[in-house]
């Protein structure tokens, strides 16, 4: 009888480990983002920096960059439709909050997920967001964005 018990206590203690719905580790844990989509949805002048010093002047080329603007639109459901890193293909992204108070924008996953962007700033006007992935984020530097005719 203690060779099945202890067999028993075995084989639920890897069910559970094989079941768990867990977050990774480095995942942060997730709440309500600090906004809504409409704030991300328009026509916006986009540029970016690798160093703070740059920002003002990355600031001022996002808004001469109004005369092509990027558009981000609603999606189907409840995100918006953007590119990724590395992907001429636009996707529908949701914004997704941690409780630490940031807000990132990705795939359906955990926030602060790789493939995430978190988004620094965002007022009606001014955005400045940066890739989670810190290779992507060393090549594409954050990122400003001007909302055109503001």
């Not at 867990?22 to 997730?30: F, L, W």
């Not at 639109?73 to 890193?85: C, F, L, Q, S, Y």
């Not at 630490?100 to 990705?106: D, K, V």
């Amino acid at each position: 009888m203690g060779c099945a018990a202890a067999a028993a206590v075995t084989f639920l203690a890897a069910g559970c480990t094989l079941t768990s719905n867990d977050a990774p580790p480095s995942a942060s844990a997730a709440a309500p983002a600090a906004f809504a989509r409409e704030r991300l949805v328009g026509q916006w002048g986009v540029a970016s920096f690798h160093t703070d010093k740059d920002r003002q002047r990355t600031e001022r080329e996002a808004r001469a960059q109004c005369s092509q603007p990027y558009r981000i639109a609603k999606g189907p459901t409840d995100g918006v439709m953007m590119h990724v890193a590395d992907d001429p293909k636009i996707y529908e992204l949701r914004l997704k909050g941690d409780t630490s108070n940031r807000t990132f924008l990705g795939f359906e996953a955990p926030p602060g997920d790789p493939q995430d962007r978190e988004i620094l700033t965002a007022t009606d006007n001014l955005m400045t967001m940066r890739f989670v992935d810190p290779d992507a984020n060393r090549r594409y530097g954050t990122f400003v964005y001007v909302r055109c005719g503001a």
